[in-house]
């Protein structure tokens, strides 16, 4: 929802701009036929305000639209740069909300970890708020499944590279590895965006 508003907005200000620029032109038409009856050159002085009136409306797109574009391109930026800088520092949202459940459960005792047997792989959505109810598109090389909320998959894979990939409301993420008699274990968290990540 958000995005659309963003998508409406940037629009909505393109439309505001032309208008803006086509009622300038025919201001200044008007302005100057008046003006030009004063003088006996109605025409002359019509053709020359509808110049200045465009200019003038040219001007305050320029002004107007520069600011706003300015500031929309601050707010892109610094979204940008957030997630490079949290991709440099190796911080993500699954450290911090990782971090902050592990401070809320110190005193639980956590279940006995069990090890995979070799050349199979664990594919664990984490439980989320997000997307709750829907499912996630999980493929595996050539086979595809999905995945509820907090539900996890075991399969059995042979050795060799392979490519997991990850698909939730027209997001996506996908990751290469290698077994080599050996397992691995996949986390999968739907928070925009989507991510993979091997434990």
């Known amino acids: 929802m958000l995005d659309f508003v963003k998508k409406a907005f940037r629009n909505g200000i393109v439309v505001i701009l032309w208008i803006n620029l086509i009622l300038s032109a025919i201001a200044g038409g008007i302005v100057g036929y008046y003006l030009g009856q004063l003088n006996g050159k109605a025409g002359e002085y019509a053709f020359l305000g509808v110049i200045i009136g465009s200019l003038c409306g040219l001007l305050t797109d320029i ?16 979204e940008e740069q957030t997630a490079l800088l949290k991709k440099h520092l190796g911080i993500n949202d699954i450290s911090v909300d990782n971090q902050r459940e592990g401070k809320n459960n110190e005193s639980k005792k956590s279940d006995p970890v069990i090890p995979l047997p070799n050349n199979q792989i664990k594919i664990i959505r984490l439980k989320s708020v997000i997307g709750s109810a829907l499912l ?12 509820e909320n907090g539900e996890e998959k075991i399969i059995k894979i042979e050795n060799g590279k392979h490519i997991i990939s990850a698909s939730f409301n027209n997001d996506y993420d996908k990751l290469e590895f290698e077994i080599n008699n050996n397992s691995k274990v996949f986390n999968v968290f739907i928070k925009p965006p989507i991510k993979i990540q091997e434990t």
């Open 136 to 147: 996630a598109d999980i493929r595996l090389d050539n086979q595809s499944f999905q995945l």
């Open 63 to 78: 002004v107007g639209g520069g600011f706003i574009t300015t500031i929309l391109s601050i707010e892109k930026n610094t």
